[in-house]
């Protein structure tokens, strides 16, 4: 049973659960995976963030996952939501985003939630309600062999995460009695940024960028 100091109800949890996963096994069906490499992969993206945010940051217990059959079978259905998807012949690239959006930003919210219970202060469960929003998408992309895209210039992942955990953390410390809404408040900005900076090309720039020409110029 969730902790009774937790703020939002655990469906919150496994809607998070869920979209993150369909999402993982929306790429292990682009990549041929078989039903059990679907499977892992689901698990994988769908609880990454949640792991990490249970196991390293709170520590209050054991993980979410093996204390409510809920959330595991929120993975199990989204393995076959995939699977359905696929069998639909539907360009998988758009469903990917859209349901790795929603997740990021409701994964956001929760976990930023889970810290308040445990006592954290607001940027501390800002922290942790954005490694448990991209966790899962990190682990993902190590174990397909690509570049996380939390690490690489582009449009907006990790800021969208931070949006929606700061939004959350932020209408909560002001106003009392009003969680749910808030939580709908933060997702809906980490969601909207998110998709809005996929459909306008808002970018992130590197650190640090070298001129090609003033490369090639220099060797040899």
Not at 117 to 144: F, I, K, M, S
Not at 180 to 205: C, N
Not at 212 to 218: E, N, T
Request: aromatic share 8%; glycine share 14%; with cysteine.
């Amino acid at each position: 049973m969730p902790d009774p100091c937790i703020q939002l109800p655990i469906e919150f949890d496994v809607l998070a659960t869920f979209v993150s996963a369909v999402a993982g096994a929306l790429v292990a069906v682009r990549r041929g995976y078989d039903y059990v490499g679907v499977f892992a992969l689901a698990f994988v993206t769908g609880l990454g963030g949640a792991l990490l945010r249970d196991g390293i940051f709170l520590q209050t217990g054991p993980a979410a996952v093996v204390r409510d059959s809920r959330i595991i079978l929120a993975v199990l259905a989204a393995t076959l939501v995939g699977a359905a998807i696929n069998q639909l012949g539907r360009r998988l690239t758009l469903f990917v985003l859209v349901f790795d959006a929603v997740g990021l930003g409701v994964y956001a919210v929760v976990g930023a939630d889970r810290s308040q219970a445990a006592g954290l202060g607001h940027l501390g469960a800002v922290l942790v309600g954005v490694v448990n929003a991209v966790g899962g998408g990190v682990l993902r992309d190590v174990l397909t062999r690509e570049e996380p895209v939390l690490f690489k210039p582009g449009q907006y992942y990790g800021m969208a995460a931070v949006v929606a955990a700061g939004v959350f953390v932020g209408l909560t410390a002001c106003v009392d009695g009003y969680e749910p809404l808030a939580a709908a408040a933060g997702a809906a900005a980490g969601i909207a940024m998110r998709l809005l900076a996929v459909r306008y090309d808002w970018k992130t720039r590197p650190l640090y960028w070298k001129d090609p020409k003033q490369h090639r110029g220099s060797v040899g």
